[in-house]
């Protein structure tokens, strides 16, 4: 299984990303991106089937703790892109860690209790062996 971190920045060449997934990977090989789309201004359809891939979450779902989005302040910054070989191993369990992850300590605004960070963590639930019911 192939796991690999991808922050794409403004500019991002994403016919030069297609072309080097296809040269690194197989059909045969499991493949999951943790992609980072902060630094991009306008997604598109394009950078959520970076080289044949699915995304986890749809374009339109929050990561963030962004309330109310701005052109400065998206709200979908971070997802799980995975190949067809992977996707008989996804149980269908998926999430977005929203709570937890604040403390009255740390200013939100002009007040208190905001986040450590504005990012969220993202997950996808596999099975180990796809012919077993062990998850991981």
């Given at each position: 299984m192939q796991l690999v971190n991808l922050m794409l920045h403004k500019g991002?060449?994403?016919?030069?990303?297609?072309?080097k997934f296809k040269e690194l990977t197989t059909e045969s090989d499991l493949l999951m991106v943790f992609i980072d789309f902060t630094d991009v201004r306008m997604l598109t359809d394009d950078h959520f089937n970076i080289g044949n891939l699915k995304p986890v979450f749809s374009q339109n779902t929050n990561t963030t703790f962004v309330?109310?989005?701005?052109?400065?302040?998206?709200?979908?910054?971070?997802?799980l892109l995975y190949n067809t070989k992977l996707q008989k191993h996804l149980t269908g369990t998926n999430g977005i860690?929203?709570?937890?992850?604040?403390?009255?300590a740390i200013p939100n605004g002009w007040s208190w209790g905001g986040p450590a960070s504005p990012y969220c963590p993202v997950?996808?639930?596999?099975?180990?062996?796809s012919t077993s019911d062990v998850a991981l």
């Amino acid at each position: 299984m192939q796991l690999v971190n991808l922050m794409l920045h403004k500019g991002t060449n994403i016919e030069l990303l297609n072309q080097k997934f296809k040269e690194l990977t197989t059909e045969s090989d499991l493949l999951m991106v943790f992609i980072d789309f902060t630094d991009v201004r306008m997604l598109t359809d394009d950078h959520f089937n970076i080289g044949n891939l699915k995304p986890v979450f749809s374009q339109n779902t929050n990561t963030t703790f962004v309330q109310h989005p701005t052109a400065e302040a998206r709200s979908h910054t971070t997802n799980l892109l995975y190949n067809t070989k992977l996707q008989k191993h996804l149980t269908g369990t998926n999430g977005i860690v929203k709570q937890g992850l604040i403390h009255l300590a740390i200013p939100n605004g002009w007040s208190w209790g905001g986040p450590a960070s504005p990012y969220c963590p993202v997950y996808a639930e596999l099975f180990t062996n796809s012919t077993s019911d062990v998850a991981l």
